[in-house]
């Protein structure tokens, strides 16, 4: 078992520094571990005073304005229908 397999499957405490601009370096382990690579989004789920960090899921929509509440009305759909 390599020390990554061994990290991501036992707890362990890793810690990184923040920098002046609150910014951090994943450490190289929980990168491993979340399978994260150079663009991927990170999603904080806070409860208390704990931050769980997880890899964030892609969300596919089916249409373009799926993402906007304020033009989903019928009268919206109609409009927009044979655009």
């Not at 989004?41 to 806070?46: F, G, P, R, V």
């Not at 964030?56 to 799926?66: G, M, N, R, S, T």
Request: aromatic share 6%; charged share 25%; net charge negative.
């Amino acid at each position: 078992m390599t020390q990554v397999e061994r990290e991501t499957t036992e707890a362990c405490m890793i810690t990184s520094k923040l920098a002046t601009k609150s910014q951090t370096t994943i450490p190289q382990a929980v990168r491993s571990a979340l399978h994260l690579k150079a663009g991927d989004e990170i999603a904080y789920m806070i409860t208390g005073d704990k931050v769980v960090m997880t890899k964030a899921e892609l969300i596919l929509v089916d249409h373009c304005f799926a993402t906007f509440s304020e033009w989903g009305s019928e009268a919206d759909r109609k409009a927009y229908a044979n655009l």
